[in-house]
């Protein structure tokens, strides 16, 4: 099964510009899909076809994707920000849809 | 605009239905998901229902065990699981594709399923 590789975790600074990566293999021939997840929230789509912006969501928040690796990029982060992010694509092979593990950002 | 329901403790190898009400627009028109985050876990997709029910598929960590269905009438949802394990515990959520598809454009808050070993 296809699998999606993210860091556990990553941590920035207010108003500096977090980037967290999601591997895959040739996961550019792919469109990737970005959730932000507080804890006790459902989870919220922030970019979709790799670079996306669903309505309301922020312009600090974007996307891109290319060969093996997919990045979400937050500038200027905030505090809200704060949360884990997750990666997710569509599976060709076995239909399945398909989470990366998620990674963790902290504001510091 | 989605609220699951039915979520609850429950012994290994029992049965649990889970609801997902959508309000606004028919579940017909869109495909729905059912996603599930284990405690202290990520998020894992655990099965997918396509426009009028006509297609499903399923992790293979649940197929065989799991059956998502739709209710047109009371415009809902339904994840139906037997054989429960304890590795089945976790929020659930319902999860709506964007009408692009494969991304999930809304979902609902959630409700635990608590299985004891």
């Known amino acids: 099964s296809y699998v999606l590789t993210q860091p556990p975790s990553l941590s920035v600074a207010p108003g500096e510009t977090a980037r967290i990566t999601c591997g895959g293999d040739n996961v550019g021939s792919k469109n990737v899909h970005w959730y932000q997840h507080k804890s006790g929230q459902a989870p919220l789509l922030v970019i979709y076809?790799?670079?996306d912006r669903p309505s309301g969501i922020p312009e600090r928040f974007s996307g891109s994707n290319s060969e093996n690796t997919a990045t979400l990029t937050i500038t200027r982060v905030e505090a809200g920000d704060e949360a884990d992010y997750y990666c997710q694509v569509w599976d060709r092979t076995t239909e399945h849809r398909v989470f990366g593990g998620g990674t963790k950002l902290t504001v510091l | 605009q989605l609220a699951e329901s039915g979520g609850g403790l429950v012994k290994a190898g029992g049965s649990l239905r889970l609801s997902c009400v959508a309000s606004g627009d028919s579940v017909n028109d869109y495909i729905f998901n059912w996603v599930r985050q284990a405690p202290g876990k990520g998020l894992e997709w655990v099965a997918y229902?396509?426009?009028?029910?006509?297609?499903?598929i399923y992790a293979d960590s649940v197929k065989g065990r799991f059956t998502v269905s739709k209710h047109n009438s009371k415009n809902s949802l339904y994840l139906e699981m037997n054989s429960l394990r304890a590795e089945d515990t976790g929020i659930y959520y319902c999860?709506?594709?964007?009408?692009?598809?494969?991304?999930?454009?809304?979902w609902g808050q959630g409700t635990m399923v608590t299985v004891s070993s």
């Open positions: 076809y790799d670079s």
């Open positions: 999860a709506r594709d964007t009408p692009r598809g494969a991304a999930f454009d809304v």
């Open positions: 229902i396509s426009t009028y029910s006509t297609y499903t």
